[in-house]
């Protein structure tokens, strides 16, 4: 790992312990174990460093999350369990992603420039999440991606408001939900066939 991604990685950190407020040059170099001023000679200004954080969330989503559901393009079984797996993943072993992604987004309501740079990176999520429901049959690929991934993002929020970190147990209660949301969402051509029909 590059000294940029690990200082972007400990940012991530930070930002999950400390909030936004937290977020300075020197919190990082601090969790980095790194010598004061490593960060603002890659970061030169905060906004730099706050741009560099959703760079890296996306690129964690792309490459941890993507990788993951790519596999199961043509199984709608084998997407549920990929999904529900990444979502405990996202409250127990990648919270602090989780909760980086949250504080950024608050953030992001009071300053245009982060919630541009937060809506790009979405963009590029759902793209790929609309491709991939457009082979699996959803009639309306790119709404039926908005649905599912606020409807994901709102049972993470839910998981780590509880707290609940027992993989076990938030798999058993994020599955139906996750279930009738991804069948939901591939049955629409059915019924949009069915209507139709004379």
């Known amino acids: 790992m590059d000294r940029r991604t690990e200082i972007l990685d400990c940012a991530l950190h930070v930002l999950a312990e400390q909030g936004m407020r937290g977020?300075?040059?020197?919190?990082?170099?601090?969790?980095?174990?790194?010598?004061q001023g490593s960060t603002?000679?890659?970061?030169?200004?905060?906004?730099?460093?706050?741009?560099?954080?959703?760079?890296?969330?996306?690129?964690?989503?792309?490459?941890?999350e993507a990788l993951s559901v790519s596999a199961v393009r043509a199984d709608a079984c084998?997407?549920?369990d990929s999904l529900v797996d990444i979502a405990v993943s996202l409250v127990t072993t990648q919270r602090y992603r989780t909760l980086a992604r949250y504080?950024?987004?608050?953030?992001?309501?009071?300053?245009p420039q982060l919630q541009a740079a937060l809506m790009r990176a979405g963009d590029t999520v759902r793209a790929f999440g609309a491709e991939m429901l457009q082979g699996l049959g959803a009639a309306d690929a790119g709404r039926s991606i908005e649905e599912l991934l606020a409807m994901l993002d709102g049972l993470l929020f839910t998981m780590l408001v509880r707290g609940q970190q027992d993989p076990c147990t938030?798999?058993?209660?994020?599955?139906p939900?996750?279930?009738?949301?991804?069948?939901?969402q591939l049955s629409a051509r059915a019924v949009a066939r069915d209507t139709m029909e004379p």
């Open 78 to 80: 084998a997407l549920v």
């Open 103 to 111: 504080e950024l987004s608050l953030a992001a309501m009071r300053d």
């Open 170 to 175: 938030l798999a058993a209660q994020l599955r």
């Open 40 to 64: 603002s000679y890659y970061f030169r200004s905060r906004s730099a460093l706050v741009t560099g954080c959703v760079e890296r969330i996306l690129e964690l989503d792309l490459t941890i």
């Open 23 to 35: 977020l300075t040059h020197r919190a990082v170099d601090t969790a980095a174990g790194i010598p």
């Open 177 to 184: 939900s996750v279930e009738r949301a991804v069948r939901a």
